[in-house]
């Protein structure tokens, strides 16, 4: 029913910023909670961020926190990923995911296929 679909990744430096966005389909898009997770090679997939589906409140990784912003443009089916100070630890294929609600959480039953994130030192 619901299909999600990342983009913006890429290759960027140390220090830079990149954006990701997630277009979504096939469901009611401001009736969802919406997230981001990684996955690094070799590591298991690591919540990143939340938000919830209003975009009124936002839930953050300690390791990310004052440096990514999760957002929502729900008139447009979109969340987006800002990552500013990248590190090179942050690489990783960045997914998108969703879950009927109103309130932040970590749980989420729907996942795109993924953006691959690559920071270079």
């Known amino acids: 029913q619901v299909q999600l679909v990342e983009s913006g990744g890429g290759l960027v430096q140390a220090g830079g910023s990149l954006r990701l966005s997630c277009a979504a389909s096939?469901?009611?898009?401001?009736?969802?909670?919406m997230g981001w997770f990684r996955q690094a090679p070799g590591k298991e997939r690591e919540f990143v961020a939340a938000?919830?589906?209003?975009?009124?409140?936002?839930y953050y990784a300690d390791s990310v926190k004052g440096r990514f912003t999760i957002s929502r443009d729900n008139a447009k089916n979109t969340v987006y990923l800002q990552m500013n100070s990248v590190k090179p630890e942050n690489t990783a294929v960045y997914y998108c995911?969703?879950?009927?609600?109103?309130?932040?959480?970590?749980?989420?039953?729907?996942w795109g296929q993924g953006t691959q994130v690559t920071v270079s030192s």
């Open positions: 938000i919830s589906s209003s975009g009124d409140n936002r």
């Open positions: 096939g469901g009611t898009f401001s009736n969802y909670v």
């Open positions: 995911s969703g879950r009927r609600g109103m309130v932040v959480t970590t749980r989420f039953d729907y």
